[in-house]
């Protein structure tokens, strides 16, 4: 049966007896399997080579079609379970889905809807049955997938406050490649709020014809206009996710061009850009995500309280400005000293001799004025920027809608000083923008220390970005991701380095059976590569393990290894799990192929 509906299908491409390459590819395409145009030139080549001619026939095609689509480790599979290595029926599959999927629930409902889903062939699909076509299509499907099929949509409560949740944020999202002399770009914007982005940041500058613009100062970046920005966000802001969007200005601008911002975002943005509190005007807790859906929040300083805000709407404050104080210091970039105490450390006092020799002078921190449009700074609602001092002046002095953004340099002594970061983030800090600025930058742990959101560059590639990636693909990758209950509860005592009773130790086993159609080496003109596998967990330092595969030598379109891995995880909440495909070049170097990343509670068994 599975040879005559084959022939049914391909036999009108032969009227002419023999077809090329790319008819090969489009014949290929109707049969609603995954191919890579690569691996099939290859496979091509290979058979055309040995007479000298490029056309193919009949008998040809399936040979090509058996070789990329008919895996062993499928068939293998599927004589497991098919008496007569022909069909599986209801019965056979459903005792494959309980065996090897670890399906518990309604699998006589599952096994019919994947016949009726993956057959090709009609008449095996009316008698209940999957043919060995049918099992390769649903093996290859979304039904299968290492995620969790669950968490491909909003699952989590989206009813805590904003505060409980990580929320996947952007640095200089208008830059697109170079950060000092490459091109500022729309794309920017749209391709980060197509992957769920929900913290974009915008840095304004004063441009031409009081229209103002956005690129990163003082550098060769090219500029766009700010109304563009906006313009592009209204459109794109709620495609990927219905929560919230924060735009995080940076703002540079003359009080005269924070007035055009303000009616730029007013009149672009009408009814979606929040410009009143939800419920009470006085403010104790954040709004969760989900009261504040298709709702646009503008992150900026402000000037005096959310309550004189909403009372100053009514007016007309235009040309009106108010003054913020700010700390003049020199950057977080600029910063070398690893030495300065960032908590009060109590503890028996040192020898002299043990003592941490001077650090070097600092250049002294002076107070200065800013002038914020009042037009502007009433937009400001439930996301104030406010400079960040210490831990004890933020636990003393700020208000739940006052957020603290803290660079990449003084983060990293955060990390290394002080496990505490979390606790003052649950009780007072909603929102830590950390700018990550290189894209190898080893912030992963931020994460662990319940920082709430990691600005990362998204045009720039690399493992960070990938985990980040990974991270987000939770939850229906709306961009919002509840936190572990101990790192909402403000009593909890957990740090990542010593997780104590918050360990819920979970053991995994990962057997790493082949791969498919890789990616071949840029290095072989010969489709070949020699791949290994990595498989990496992230997450508290404890947790923190790397593992590889051996290497498979010259295959990259069915690589096999069928080796297993044995992990034990402490606080599986916040670990993830990577798998990275390399290849082989020389004992010391190896060539980037491909990967995915996943949170390690969305990875399903079978």
Request: proline share 5%; aromatic share 10%; net charge negative.
């Amino acid at each position: 049966i599975s040879h005559t509906w084959f022939l049914n299908i391909i036999q009108d491409e032969f009227r002419t007896g023999k077809i090329d390459l790319d008819s090969t590819m489009k014949l290929l395409e109707t049969l609603k399997l995954p191919f890579n145009f690569t691996h099939v030139k290859h496979v091509f080549k290979k058979t055309v080579d040995k007479r000298k001619s490029h056309m193919i026939n009949i008998e040809d095609f399936r040979a090509i079609y058996r070789a990329i689509v008919h895996r062993t480790e499928f068939q293998e599979l599927f004589r497991a379970y098919s008496p007569n290595n022909k069909f599986l029926a209801d019965t056979e599959l459903i005792h494959f889905l309980r065996k090897e999927q670890y399906e518990t629930e309604t699998c006589e409902m599952m096994a019919l809807e994947i016949i009726l889903k993956h057959e090709p062939i009609e008449e095996v699909r009316k008698r209940r049955q999957m043919s060995f076509e049918g099992f390769i299509r649903y093996m290859n499907s979304e039904d299968c997938s290492i995620f969790k099929s669950e968490h491909r949509t909003v699952y989590q409560d989206m009813n805590y406050p904003l505060c409980d949740y990580f929320i996947s944020s952007s640095h200089n999202t208008y830059l697109i490649s170079d950060q000092l002399i490459g091109p500022s770009d729309l794309w920017g914007y749209i391709s980060a709020l197509l992957k769920g982005c929900r913290c974009l940041e915008i840095d304004c500058w004063d441009g031409s014809d009081n229209e103002p613009v956005v690129y990163h100062g003082h550098t060769l970046t090219s500029k766009i206009l700010f109304s563009s920005v906006i313009q592009v966000i209204d459109k794109y802001a709620f495609v990927a996710s219905d929560y919230p969007v924060v735009l995080s200005l940076e703002n540079h601008c003359s009080s005269q061009q924070q007035e055009v911002m303000a009616e730029k975002l007013e009149t672009i943005l009408g009814d979606k850009l929040l410009t009143s509190t939800i419920g009470d005007t006085e403010i104790t807790q954040l709004p969760s995500p989900e009261a504040l859906k298709f709702k646009i929040l503008v992150k900026n300083k402000k000037v005096g309280t959310i309550e004189e805000g909403m009372l100053r709407r009514d007016l007309d404050s235009h040309g009106e400005t108010g003054e913020v104080s700010d700390i003049e210091n020199i950057s977080d970039e600029d910063e070398t000293d690893d030495k300065a105490p960032l908590l009060p450390k109590n503890g028996s006092a040192k020898r002299k001799s043990e003592e941490n020799p001077p650090a070097p002078p600092r250049k002294k921190a002076k107070m200065k004025k800013i002038k914020i449009a009042l037009a502007l700074s009433d937009l400001v609602i439930y996301t104030k920027s406010q400079k960040f001092v210490s831990f004890e002046h933020s636990l003393s002095n700020q208000k739940c809608y006052e957020n603290n953004s803290i660079g990449e340099t003084k983060a990293r002594k955060f990390i290394k000083h002080s496990g505490n970061l979390f606790f003052f983030n649950q009780i007072k800090v909603e929102m830590l923008l950390l700018p990550v600025i290189h894209s190898q930058s080893p912030l992963w742990s931020s994460f662990e220390l319940d920082v709430q959101s990691m600005a990362l560059n998204f045009q720039t590639p690399g493992v960070q970005m990938e985990l980040q990636n990974g991270k987000f693909l939770d939850n229906g990758g709306c961009g919002y991701i509840l936190k572990p209950e101990f790192l909402r509860d403000h009593n909890s005592t957990f740090t990542p380095q010593n997780v104590g009773r918050y360990s819920k130790p979970m053991t995994l086993s990962i057997k790493l059976i082949s791969g498919h159609q890789l990616p071949p080496s840029n290095l072989s003109k010969t489709n070949k590569a020699d791949p290994l596998v990595h498989i990496e967990i992230y997450g508290v330092p404890g947790d923190q393990v790397k593992r590889k595969s051996s290497v498979v030598k010259s295959n990259a379109l069915s690589p096999r290894w069928d080796e297993t891995f044995s992990f034990t995880v402490q606080v599986p909440e916040l670990a993830l799990i990577r798998f990275c495909v390399e290849d082989e070049i020389s004992l010391v170097a190896n060539e980037f192929l491909g990967q995915y990343t996943l949170p390690l509670l969305s990875l399903g068994k079978g």
